[in-house]
């Protein structure tokens, strides 16, 4: 793999093997990074859509919470 | 008493608000969301794009198994008639981010690229690979050469290697804008511009200058391009027709 970047690979390449607090979920067919919050809730980080009215939606902002297992009713 | 219950159909079970507002979308068909319906779609390419290995954690990542797909679906979906770039990236993998500009460059819908705040390295052939590219003044993007991360064995090998890997961005965007393959690589190596690398900064209109982008502009600019691409396209398909 070659990396074509101006930031130093030092700062690109540093592990801290913390590992991402953050979990991708879809919901309502938008695909979500949520935190997750305890018990089948999870907080909005990022919301990824190339749909730009997605991003309008009141229950799609970052901050929200939501259920995590949607699947399951 | 169990014969009273039966024809009585089980109740939806609506126990959270932001449930009840999905059973409505799905149910009924209505929400109170405002609907905005756009023909326009929005691809913000952010950070680091990751290919062939996941980056640490403190790397803000655009994910390349994560593009491929929308960009097909935007193709084939007949709803959608332009796709707008948002670009802010520090580059990252040289075959991911060509293999999105591969996918830009042969898509059949109108394009056009916006550099915000920084368009770098691997960001360069990404913006020239739209229909139409632009800028913001205040944007930059930094043309440098490709370097070697991890073992780097001293050998001519691998400097044909890396050349060869270069030479894949510096056609593609030759290709793909105004600029010249000369100026391009005068830009790549030129000494004295950045303070820890060789290369070139091109703040927003340099890049202009120097052919790489089409005009300095923002998001007016980007949608005003993509409306006229989309009508052009309107009328090619009605000239077909007659």
Redesign the interface.
């Known amino acids: 793999m070659i990396l074509y970047t101006p930031l130093p690979l030092e700062l690109v390449l540093l592990s801290d093997d913390s590992g991402s607090p953050y979990q991708e979920i879809e919901y309502d067919g938008v695909t979500l990074v949520v935190e997750p919050m305890g018990i089948g809730l999870g907080k909005i980080v990022q919301v990824k859509s190339t749909d730009p009215s997605v991003y309008l939606r009141p229950e799609l902002q970052p901050g929200q919470q939501i259920p995590l297992s949607t699947r399951i009713n | 008493m169990q014969d009273k219950h039966e024809p009585t159909p089980p109740k939806p079970?609506k126990q959270?608000q932001?449930?009840k507002?999905?059973d409505t979308?799905k149910e009924f068909g209505q929400t109170d969301?405002?609907?905005?319906?756009?023909n326009?779609?929005?691809?913000p390419i952010i950070g680091?794009i990751e290919?062939?290995?996941i980056?640490?954690?403190?790397?803000k990542t655009t994910k390349y198994e994560?593009i491929i797909p929308?960009l097909v679906a935007?193709e084939q979906n007949p709803e959608i008639e332009g796709?707008l770039i948002i670009l802010n990236t520090?580059?990252?993998?040289?075959?991911a981010?060509l293999a999105i500009a591969e996918i830009i460059v042969s898509m059949t819908k109108p394009t056009v690229s916006l550099v915000l705040g920084g368009g770098?390295?691997?960001g360069v052939p990404i913006a020239v690979s739209a229909r139409y590219s632009l800028i913001a003044e205040t944007a930059t993007m930094?043309i440098?050469p490709?370097?070697?991360?991890g073992l780097v064995i001293g050998v001519p090998q691998t400097y044909e290697y890396?050349d060869k890997?270069q030479d894949r961005?510096i056609r593609f965007v030759e290709k793909h804008s105004c600029i010249s393959e000369a100026k391009f690589r005068e830009l790549m190596f030129q000494t004295g511009e950045?303070a820890?690398?060789i290369?070139t900064v091109l703040v927003g209109r340099d890049a202009v200058e120097v052919g790489l982008i089409d005009d300095v502009g923002g998001i007016n600019k980007a949608i005003k391009k993509l409306q006229e691409f989309i009508k052009e396209e309107k009328n090619k398909k009605g000239d077909y027709l007659h």
Do not use: A
Request: a positive charge.
């Open positions: 079970r959270t932001g449930v507002k999905i979308i969301v405002p609907t905005v319906k756009t326009i779609h929005c691809l680091q290919g062939h290995l980056l640490p954690p403190q790397n994560h929308q935007i796709l520090v580059g990252g993998d040289v075959e981010g770098h390295s691997i930094t440098h490709i370097r070697l991360s890396m890997m961005v950045l820890r690398d290369g």
